[in-house]
């Protein structure tokens, strides 16, 4: 299966974003962190810098949003730029309905579960998203460590997206890095986020082909 690499920002110089930006020009897509200090634990940047960054990057734009109430905020960020946004299970009150309307805007509609909730309530509704995000930490900072016991999670979807014929990627998120790429790829995940792994490394494009090789493997 293709795998694409999608590093996060949220390990970014947010002095220095552009730059930053520069330095991952081999990856696949930008992934970008918007958090409310309501849903999770801490804050980052809202739709002007979103905007902003949609204008800049040369990879489509990954819109991660750990926030409440996405069915009244989501589309703004489709307005700004982004390519897809992702939406949280446990903070949607309709989600095939923002699914809907993000399509409607010629955005990509992500769905995301956090670790304690199950994959199998999205069955149902699976036609109505291009990817399902199965986080493997905790959402809220980067640098945490991977959580191998949400990979059972990630085999059932891939098992059920197989038998149905069903083209939606899954994407994993928190703790990944050359160690634990091959294991997520395994289990069945084609989109791969990677913060620390990235930013954290001398040289972030080095990093993003390392990662990528590791779980092509
Ligand atoms: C965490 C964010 C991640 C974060 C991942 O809530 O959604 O995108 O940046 O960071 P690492 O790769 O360092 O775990
Ligand atoms: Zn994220």
């Known amino acids: 299966?293709?795998?694409?690499?999608a590093p996060s920002i949220l390990s970014a110089d947010f002095c220095n974003l552009e730059r930053d930006l520069d330095r991952i020009a081999n990856a696949d897509l930008?992934?970008?962190d918007v958090m409310d200090h309501h849903f999770v634990p801490n804050l980052t940047i809202g739709e002007p810098v979103v905007e902003r960054i949609c204008q800049v990057a040369k990879l489509p734009v990954d819109v991660h949003l750990m926030i409440d109430d996405p069915d009244r905020w989501a589309p703004g960020y489709a307005e700004r730029g982004a390519h897809s946004v992702t939406f949280h299970m446990g903070a949607t009150h309709a989600p095939v309905r923002l699914a809907r309307q993000l399509h409607d805007m010629g955005c990509e509609?992500?769905?995301a579960v956090r670790?304690?909730?199950?994959?199998?309530?999205?069955f149902d509704i699976l036609e109505?998203?291009?990817?399902?995000?199965?986080m493997t930490v905790e959402p809220g900072f980067g640098?945490?460590?991977f959580l191998a016991n949400q990979?059972?999670?990630?085999?059932r979807l891939r098992d059920e997206i197989t038998r149905r014929g069903l083209k939606t990627n899954i994407q994993v998120d928190g703790g990944v890095g050359v160690k634990t790429a091959p294991i997520v790829a395994e289990a069945g995940a084609n989109i791969l986020v990677a913060g620390s792994a990235v930013y954290g490394a001398d040289d972030p494009a080095k990093a993003i082909d390392e990662i990528r090789d590791a779980a092509r493997a």
Request: without cysteine; proline residues 9%; aromatic residues 8%.
């Open 115 to 122: 670790p304690a909730e199950p994959v199998e309530p999205i």
């Open 1 to 5: 299966m293709d795998i694409k690499i």
């Open 143 to 145: 640098g945490q460590k």
């Open 128 to 134: 109505e998203f291009d990817t399902i995000l199965i």
């Open 30 to 32: 930008v992934h970008v």
């Open 151 to 155: 990979m059972g999670k990630v085999r």
């Open 109 to 111: 509609a992500w769905f």
